[in-house]
Every structure is written in C-alpha cells, then in structure tokens.
C-alpha cells in the first residue's frame, strides 16, 4: 500500500481534570495490568522526580526498560520547551513485536499550573524492511478504553466516553451547545433510533458496534424517541432521524441550510447491509480528522524523546546518583529505529517534528477556509439561480406587456416562486417526473435513488438534481441542434441567456485515473444504456453532477450520447460511488 492511502495512525487528544501526578500514576498501572495480561514483565513503578521548578531543562530523566524479547518501555519526564512556568510532562511509550514490523503506543501527559492537563494517546505500526506499510487498520488501545472513564476525559465542553451517551427529552439544548460550541475540536457523532425499535435493542445490535472503532476519536450520543424530534425541529438543516448516524464536525452553522453538507450521513440501508464494513467507513473521517488536527500548545511544546543508550531489565533500578540524560545515545535495539549518534541528531529530530507541526496548524487553517468557502459559494449558488429564475420570468412577461410602467412586481414574484417550487420535493417525485426531460432518459436503478429520501437532506438534493437534469435537458436539445458550443460543463460556464445555470464546479466531466484504473471502481461505473448505444448495454459514465458536498453526498452519472442517438442517459441517481475518499 502506498504511505498515501495507507490508513492513519490512532490519536486520541483530550483533556482531564485531574493533576498530573493522579493521570501518569493511573496510565501506569492500566499499562501494567495490560502488560501482565499479554505475558509480558510489568515494569517497576518510576523514581521520584524532582518538582518542575528544580527540574533543569526537557528529558533530563529518561530511561528505557525491557520487558521481554523485544519489548521495550521508554519513559522520561522534564520541562516543556519555551520554559512555560510551572508545566511539565510525562511520557510513556511501549515498543512489541508484530507482524512485519512493531506496533508503538505512546502516552503523553502534559499540564500547567492549575489548568486541565492535556493527554495524548498515539498507536501506530512501524513497518520494517523497505518500509511498506501494511493495508490493516491499527486497532483502538485498550488504553483508551480504560483511560477514558478514569480520567473524565473532555473534548473541550463536550465529555469523552467509551459507550455513548443516551440524550434525553431535557438533554436536547445541552447536546446542541456542545455542537456549536467554538472550543470543540474533535467530531460529534449522533445515532437516531428507528420509531418501531426499542431503545436497547437498538444500542445492542446496531449502536455499539457500529460505533465501536470512534472511541477517543469523537463525542458519541444516540437520541432517545422522546428526543429526536426535538432535535430535528431546532436543527432544521442538520437532521438526522430513521436509524442513520450523523457527523458533526466542528463549527457548526444551525442557521445554515448549506452548511449541512459538511456534516456527513450514514443512512441506514448502509448500516444494515454490513455492519462491521460500515463501523469502518464511519471512523475513517474521524480517525483521519483527529491524524491530523494541531497538537494544543503544552503538547507542541513538549520535546522528542531521546532514549538512554542501554536498556536494563525491569526488575533493576538505577542508582540515585546516576544521570540518565548524561548518557551517550546509542544504537536502539529495534528494527527501523535509525542511530541517534549525539544532541545534533536529536536537534534535527526536533526541527523535523517542529516543522511536521507547522503542516498540521497550515492545512487545518486551509481546511477550515475551504470549508467556509464552500459553504458561501453553495449560498451564492442559491441566490444566482433565484436571480436566473426572476429574469427568465420578467423576460417572458416583457414580449407580453403593452408598454413601460405595465410591470405586476406581485405576479413576477408569484411567477418565480411557482417555478422554484415546480422542483420536486422529493426523488420519489422526482422519478415519477422523468418523462418531462424528452431528451434524457433514466437507466438506473429507482431504489437507489428512492433510497435517498430517506437522508437527512434529501429534499434539498432532490431541488438540485432537478436544476441539474434541467439544465442538461436545455443543453441536450441545443447540442442536437449543433448549437451547444462544447460539453456540458462549458455549457455550464457559458449558459445562454434564458437558460437554467447550473454551478460549473458541479458539472464533472470525468473520474479520476485511480477511479478508472481500479477495477471494482470501474465496474461500479459501468452503467445500463439502450442496446443501439452499447450491444453489451452497458457504458463507463465518468460524467456526473455532484450534489452536495462531503464524500457520501449524491451524484448523477450520465452518457452525453447527443452526438449519435441525440439523447443523454443517466445511469444513475444515487450515493457517491465508491472512490479513495468513500472506500
């Protein structure tokens, strides 16, 4: 697997009310009970160290245990870089054997004063040999099963927990406040409940594991019967409701209707076909999102590790006089660890990590941006085609009109307000109304396009595929007549007057090359058409509308066929297929 599709590594970045020496001593002794479990040495409990004000710079204590054949444990403690009065940290980080490489977990525990402390849970695979990473997905730790509930771990307002929270008909504004408030960083995910299943039987067979992978990745609640309506009522443009499990990333917009297509949904039908396949796709943005969101400021400030020269067993103890950062670094004892031959090393190692920071801080700045852009362009988008519609309605009433002045302002607002509600409501409307588009014709398959109503936002999708598939039917019939100048997309970016615009940066004209190289992505593509088009009948639609934004948002895939039998056929109505960002 290339490093660019191979899956993120698990962090876990939350906050705790607990003091600093109360958190390292219960992340020990969860570590030992693990290490017991899995046959392994436990470790000796660590010296005392100094307080943070004699303490006389970062990793001045630091010593590396092994615990068995080829299991080692680094711990060190010191002050944080930047010299941030009163802060100190503490770290722990475990090294066991695995299949083609070894599995690391790293613990870090970094506080200030009297504010919350800031812990930090890394688990990743290193690869050794030539460095190929494996395709698995590293699991959840048990540390952090264990962790959380100990710690009264917290995402900024919004509690951390292992089982989700079950929101009550009272709970409904608090649950929305944590939602919107701005010091959230990390996702909320809420499961809706099916109105004829019961609540327990419910978080049993579907809710638990479903969201089993999201531990320490996001804030998990499921609405209770009593509060889902509530819920949908006051976020209008954010539902979730009928057993789908909603997304919520940070800064959310309630008022917004288009800032809903941040939000990602599961309906389901997706639960229901495999659950286990859709616990996976409903971690990846999770787990993706907390990979690579900027470390909070102690844990920046926090310098790499530098591991003492030679590991002792761990049922030995160093001498109170030794100085354990005196010592020269040496050779580690495990695969893929390069030599740390002396302080330049370590410096270099701090200026890579440093500037790894800067990446994380730089791209979650243009992602929010971009986010944010989007969600105005979509509200332009809005406002352009009302626009449109007002004056493809007063260019009808003016060839009518007898003079100047004759202008019915009410009519004309009455006249746009009919066309934009001529939309349908629904895609089962929609399907229904097909034949209204002479030169398009649909070959797919209606339950995949039913099935979309049963999304949060299917309404508002259903408007847009309609303006798209008008807008594809003004083009067909002009591109049969050899006047449409280009391809739809340019029809897009040109529309003559009079014309339904539909958004350029919606009109896609093909897949990517890793989508038509990859053979199950291609199948996907492979879409009926009539026998005249194809004697196999079927056809590679590349073409396709995006509606909505997000990877799961809908797409219409088309055959622009204009050229020979002077229709387009559309092969499908439905949920992004399958691609890197949907897989």
Not at 362 to 385: F, G, I, K, P
Request: hydrophobic share 35%; charged share 25%; net charge neutral.
């Amino acid at each position: 697997m290339t490093p660019e599709h191979a899956p993120p590594p698990y962090r876990m970045t939350v906050t705790t009310p607990r003091t600093h020496r109360d958190t390292v001593a219960l992340a020990d002794q969860l570590l030992a009970t693990w290490l017991k479990q899995e046959g392994h040495e436990e470790p000796p409990p660590p010296a005392e160290r100094a307080a943070p004000a004699e303490q006389p710079g970062p990793a001045e204590a630091a010593e590396r245990l092994r615990l068995g054949e080829r299991v080692l444990l680094d711990r060190d403690t010191g002050g944080l870089r930047g010299r941030i009065p009163g802060a100190r940290y503490s770290r722990r980080r475990l090294r066991t054997p695995a299949a083609h490489g070894i599995d690391q977990l790293t613990l870090t525990v970094a506080s200030a004063g009297d504010r919350p402390s800031w812990v930090r849970l890394e688990a990743e695979h290193l690869p050794t040999g030539s460095g190929v990473r494996t395709s698995s997905r590293v699991p959840v730790p048990e540390l952090a099963r264990g962790l959380l509930p100990l710690l009264d771990a917290t995402d900024g307002p919004v509690a951390m927990s292992v089982q989700p929270r079950v929101i009550a008909r009272g709970e409904v504004d608090e649950l929305i406040d944590e939602l919107c408030d701005p010091e959230r960083r990390l996702p909320v995910v809420i499961a809706s409940v099916p109105p004829a299943v019961a609540m327990d039987v419910w978080l049993a067979e579907v809710v638990h594991p479903l969201l089993r992978q999201l531990t320490g990745l996001a804030s998990l609640h499921v609405l209770g019967h009593a509060a889902l309506p509530l819920f949908n009522v006051a976020l209008e443009y954010h539902k979730v409701y009928g057993g789908a499990v909603r997304t919520y990333l940070p800064e959310v917009d309630p008022a917004s209707r288009y800032d809903g297509a941040r939000h990602p949904v599961m309906p389901r039908h997706r639960i229901d076909e495999d659950v286990r396949r859709a616990a996976a796709l409903l971690a990846r943005e999770p787990r993706r999102f907390a990979a690579e969101l900027p470390l909070p400021d102690l844990l920046a400030a926090v310098p790499v590790l530098q591991p003492p020269v030679e590991p002792r067993p761990a049922h030995s103890r160093p001498a109170r006089s030794e100085q354990p950062s005196a010592r020269a670094a040496a050779r580690p004892a495990v695969p893929g660890q390069a030599s740390a031959p002396g302080g330049a090393d370590r410096c270099e190692r701090q200026s890579r990590a440093d500037e790894l920071e800067r990446v994380r801080r730089s791209l979650d700045h243009s992602r929010r941006r971009e986010a944010r852009l989007l969600v105005e362009t979509d509200e332009q988008d809005a406002v352009l085609r009302h626009v449109s519609a007002q004056v493809r309605a007063l260019a009808t009433r003016l060839c009518t009109l007898a003079g100047p002045g004759a202008v019915d302002h009410a009519g004309l607002a009455a006249e746009v307000g009919a066309e934009e509600e001529a939309a349908p409501g629904t895609f089962g409307e929609l399907v229904c109304r097909f034949p209204e588009f002479p030169l398009l014709e649909f070959t797919g398959d209606e339950k995949e396009t039913l099935a979309l109503d049963g999304q949060c936002d299917g309404s508002g999708w259903a408007r847009l595929t309609w303006e798209g598939l008008t807008a594809l039917q003004e083009y067909a019939a002009a591109a049969v007549r050899g006047e449409a100048g280009g391809d739809f997309k340019q029809w897009c970016e040109h529309t003559p007057a009079g014309c339904h615009h539909f958004p350029p940066r919606k009109a896609v004209r093909g897949e990517s090359r890793t989508v038509t190289s990859h053979g199950k992505w291609k199948r996907q593509r492979m879409l009926p058409v009539p026998a005249c088009v194809d004697s196999s009948r079927r056809a590679f639609m590349g073409a396709h509308l995006r509606i909505g934004g997000g990877g799961t948002a809908p797409r219409v895939h088309y055959l622009d066929d204009c050229s020979r039998s002077g229709r387009i056929y559309v092969g499908y109505i439905g949920l992004h297929l399958t691609n890197t960002r949907t897989n």
